[in-house]
């Protein structure tokens, strides 16, 4: 088995000191303005290794946004925000994350295998061609998709293309993947395997995954939730300690009930001034 969890080298192989048990994320005042207006509003939260944490909210509510931070894609952030021992977008973290964007970046007119070897080359181009293939035979596995390996990306159903991209993202062992909506549009059967899938590469690997959704069940299958709303975190916490914290039976019941106590305070708020 291995461990992806392992924090950035430093002399000698070891890791880098103080690094050890950083979190996976580190977030301090994160704020991120976007065209006139502030979408992300000094955000305070950590991400654990080795767990899956849902990201969820409403349509808007800035998930993506928070995302492309994380990744290092996102223009105007300000605060602190440290993605695996390092400032986001530090150069030496290029290979360390998977990121899978809500549109499938697959391209149609090559076959999966195509792709993929397409997109391991990029990703190091030093790799010989052996490597390259065992990669790519390595994450079809892992996605189930062998046997339509040889397959045409165009001709492949929804879900087939998102497991093409995951598998993109999965090409180089990343110790953190962070996937926007994975399984918008899927089917029942087919967002349960994912969901099995990802919770997989949690366990085995000791992999982190943060996955934006704004489908409330799919939060009972985290380890730990961001909840989000209007570019604020509502609560970061495990879904059972968020129930019992509401009285709430589902996640979606405590959501909706931490959205009207936020609004109760906000009234409070503006009649004492
Ligand atoms: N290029 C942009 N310029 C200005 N504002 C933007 C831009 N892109 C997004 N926004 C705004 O930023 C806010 C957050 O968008 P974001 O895409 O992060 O939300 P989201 O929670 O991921 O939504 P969804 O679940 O629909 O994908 C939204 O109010 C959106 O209108």
């Keep these: ?89 530090h150069r030496s973290l290029r290979t360390r994350i998977g990121y899978v964007t809500q549109a499938p970046s697959v391209y149609d007119d090559l076959t999966v295998r195509q792709n993929l070897d397409y997109f391991a080359a990029i990703l190091d181009p030093r790799h010989t061609t052996a490597d390259r293939h065992h990669d790519v035979d390595r994450v079809l596995t892992d996605v189930d998709l062998t046997s339509h390996a040889d397959a045409l990306a165009g001709n492949l159903s929804g879900g087939q293309r998102s497991r093409v991209s995951l598998a993109v993202a999965l090409l180089g062992t990343p110790e953190l993947l962070v996937l926007d909506e994975p399984t918008v549009g899927l089917d029942p059967v087919l967002r349960r395997d994912l969901w099995n899938l990802f919770h997989a590469i949690a366990a085995d690997r000791g992999a982190t995954l943060l996955i934006s959704s704004h489908v409330m069940d799919e939060a009972e299958r985290c380890h730990r939730l ?34 009207d106590e936020a609004s109760a305070a906000a009234r409070n708020k503006e009649t004492t001034r």
């Design 226 to 259: 961001l909840l989000m709303r209007e570019g604020q975190i509502l609560a970061d916490d495990t879904p059972d300690a968020l129930r019992t914290r509401t009285g709430a039976e589902t996640v979606e019941a405590a959501f909706l009930h931490l959205v």
């Design 1 to 89: 088995m291995m461990n992806y969890a392992a924090d950035p080298p430093g002399a000698g192989g070891q890791p880098a000191p103080g690094t050890l048990r950083t979190p996976a994320i580190r977030a301090e005042g994160l704020t991120v303005v976007r065209g006139p207006r502030k979408v992300l509003r000094a955000l305070d939260f950590t991400v654990p290794r080795g767990q899956i944490t849902g990201l969820l909210g409403p349509s808007g509510c800035g998930k993506s946004t928070l995302m492309r931070a994380i990744v290092g894609t996102q223009a105007k952030v300000t605060g602190t925000l440290d993605v695996l021992g390092r400032p986001a977008g």
